[in-house]
């Protein structure tokens, strides 16, 4: 029971892999704010966790709107006290944005993938900070990706967004270590429920996708992702901050 006595938010928490870092939070004793802008998302994620015996609560949020991350994060106080963790998980996406190249990206495409992306970090981070500073200690896990990391090709609306939450996420290691704070960034490279879809319909682009990868599969969000996530969120990973952590079978250092 890492996290008894400890409380999270987890933005994007209704469903991939922010439903997995719910779950392992409460499965070892946090209390866990699910962040989630779908309410069927958010509300189906709470009563499954409380079905488990965890201690949730989902709150109704889109990360890029500034007075709704303000009351998220109030409400969080106002339910459980305090704040230790953060992990900024929330990401919308145009899907064609992904397989657009860049002189074909719209205005629309980006502007969606920055505000919930970057802007949503950013926005969630500031009105963190101020109560993990008051207690002397903090952890907050950023969400990349390798398409930014690896400058893959029709990815310019999701990838230049991830590459601006690296640089958040070092400047404020930087501004936060001596408060007692970390702040680290993962690059996840996981088989969720779009990813999975994708795979069963395009079996063999899927493979292709993933043979050159050192581990050459997705990592599974229970088994493979949130291990990962659930060290940077504990006190074990005091020591670590402002770091990019492939959780991705290798692919971030892929050419
Ligand atoms: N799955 C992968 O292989 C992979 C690879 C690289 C990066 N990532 C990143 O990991 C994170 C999770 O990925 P996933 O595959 O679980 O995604 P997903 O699409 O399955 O889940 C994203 C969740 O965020 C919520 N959300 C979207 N916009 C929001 C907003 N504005 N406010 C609040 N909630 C919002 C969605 O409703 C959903 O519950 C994302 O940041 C994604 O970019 C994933």
Request: proline content about 4%.
């Given at each position: 029971?890492?996290?008894e ?8 928490g209704?469903?991939?892999l922010?439903?997995a ?14 962040a ?5 998302l ?8 409380r ?21 998220m994060?109030?409400?969080?106080v ?6 230790d963790i ?9 899907k ?16 969606i ?8 970090t950013f ?15 903090g ?6 990706s390798?398409t930014g ?8 609306a999701l990838g230049s967004?991830?590459?601006a939450?690296r640089?958040l ?17 993962i690059?996840p ?6 990813s ?9 682009l899927?493979e ?25 969120a504990?006190?074990?990973s ?5 770091q990019t ?11």
């Amino acid at each position: 029971m890492r996290f008894e006595n400890r409380v999270a938010i987890v933005t994007g928490g209704g469903m991939g892999l922010g439903k997995a870092y719910v779950k392992a939070l409460g499965s070892e004793g946090c209390k866990v704010v699910i962040a989630e802008y779908s309410e069927p998302l958010g509300k189906a994620c709470e009563q499954e966790m409380r079905e488990l015996g965890y201690d949730v609560l989902f709150v109704k949020c889109d990360v890029s709107k500034e007075d709704e991350v303000k009351a998220m994060v109030e409400k969080t106080v106002e339910t459980y006290g305090k704040i230790d963790i953060l992990i900024n998980n929330a990401q919308g996406a145009d899907k064609s944005s992904l397989s657009t190249v860049t002189e074909d990206t719209t205005i629309e495409m980006f502007k969606i993938n920055w505000y919930t992306g970057a802007f949503g970090t950013f926005l969630c981070t500031k009105y963190t900070i101020p109560y993990m500073k008051q207690q002397g200690y903090g952890r907050i896990i950023n969400t990349a990706s390798a398409t930014g990391v690896n400058g893959m090709a029709t990815f310019s609306a999701l990838g230049s967004q991830k590459e601006a939450i690296r640089g958040l996420t070092r400047v404020c290691a930087t501004e936060l270590g001596s408060f007692g704070i970390t702040c680290n960034v993962i690059c996840p490279g996981a088989l969720t429920e779009a990813s999975r879809l994708w795979k069963e319909a395009y079996p063999e682009l899927y493979e292709e996708a993933v043979a050159p990868q050192p581990i050459p599969r997705l990592g599974d969000p229970d088994t493979d992702i949130a291990p990962v996530v659930m060290f940077l969120a504990s006190e074990d990973s005091r020591f670590v901050t402002g770091q990019t952590i492939g959780v991705d079978g290798g692919t971030t250092m892929m050419p």
